[in-house]
């Protein structure tokens, strides 16, 4: 399978990445450089980065028992052989131990998967060509979803409608015009689904669709507004579903400004829809501390309708260290969104 190539060529990183032919002298010993941005280290000279991170999540519920827990640990690693290819690879480690009140300590699974692993060759100066799996190009919030590079603790409701990752073969187009910068992404699905295991997600390991981008200044602001839509095999139903949607992500006097409205079509005798909106602000208050505030409405595929608010503090003290506080509020707590005040603390290694 073409995706087993993939996995041939990313093992190339465990041999010694040099650049230098067989008549010149030996490249220095390896060394790690911390990166501009502390996401993590880059080795000079050998087109290699790799990050790590781990995110501790509090939750002091309302209704329902207090818990600490080591939420996600990541490796990532991005290998640049030539100035054309580029392989990339995520691993997750999830569900380790935590403690909750009036249970004491507990340990989970210790689920270990692939949460990214692709292959980008840059086709033309403007085209890209990525195999693999990859976080489905769908809305703003899916494509960056690593815990703490996120506003707040908590995802809305409406970007975990459909899959979060895709498996197989996306075309990437990026190029300017008059001062407008367009962004264009088509994707189709894969046989097989690259994971340790079974994926838990909304939908399957069947996603196809597209994404574009249009972005601009607008006297002091520069706005992006985007389009998606997507057909996948719903996990649920066990029929083909299509999703919908709109964004727009608006960057003004520091603040910054999202939001995504999506709508999904299913196919099933008692359920027909699912939909939602979000709009969310991140204002600067000193330095690398921002305040917070999100509004969403969600209809879910039964029972009412979920209205959530949320008011919060994002805080990155060092380059390595984020910090998040959010107290939430919503008419119907559930799984995913409970009221009450949630925090993550996320190290960069």
């Known amino acids: ?34 990166d501009p941005g502390g996401d993590g280290f880059v080795v ?16 002091l519920a309302e209704v329902g028992p207090h818990s600490l827990e080591l939420d996600d640990v990541d490796l990532l690693i991005r290998y640049e052989p030539t100035p054309r290819l580029a392989l ?67 995802r809305p409701l409406v970007t975990q409608i ?11 187009y990026q190029t300017t015009w008059h001062g407008w910068s367009f962004d264009a992404t088509g994707y189709g699905p894969a046989q097989d689904e690259l994971a340790f295991r079974r994926s838990e997600e909304s939908g399957s390991r069947l996603a196809g669709g597209a994404r574009v981008t249009a972005a601009h200044e607008l006297g002091p602001a520069y706005a992006a507004v985007g389009l998606s839509g997507s057909g996948f095999e719903d996990r649920s139903t066990r029929e083909w579903a299509n999703i919908t949607g709109a964004d727009i992500d608006v960057a003004l006097w520091g603040n910054q400004l999202t939001g995504e409205f999506a709508y999904t079509h299913l196919r099933a005798p008692d359920v027909s829809r699912e939909y939602g909106f979000y709009l969310q602000d991140a204002v600067p208050i000193h330095g690398s501390l921002y305040g917070v505030a999100r509004i969403e409405h969600f209809v879910p595929r039964t029972g009412e309708s979920i209205d959530n608010q949320l008011l919060g503090l994002f805080w990155r003290p060092l380059p390595h260290l984020i910090i998040k506080a959010d107290y939430q509020f919503t008419n119907r707590p559930n799984e995913d969104f409970q009221r009450g005040f949630v925090a993550e603390f996320s190290l960069f290694f």
């Open 1 to 34: 399978m073409i995706f087993s190539l993939a996995l041939l060529a990313l093992s190339v990183l465990v041999l010694p990445a040099s650049r230098a032919g067989a008549d010149e002298e030996p490249q220095p010993r390896l060394r790690l450089t911390r």
């Open 44 to 59: 000079p000279g050998r087109g290699l980065w790799l990050g790590a991170d781990a995110t501790v999540k509090l939750v």
């Open 88 to 154: 990339f690879t995520e691993v997750a480690l999830e569900n380790t131990f935590g403690f909750q009140e009036g249970a004491g300590a507990i340990s989970g699974s210790g689920d270990l998967s692939i949460e990214r692993l692709y292959a980008d060759w840059a086709v033309t100066p403007h085209l890209t060509a990525r195999v693999g799996k990859f976080l489905t190009p769908f809305g703003l919030w899916n494509v960056i979803r690593r815990a703490p590079l996120t506003w707040t603790v908590e």
């Open 162 to 172: 459909f899959p979060e990752h895709a498996t197989g073969l996306s075309l990437i």
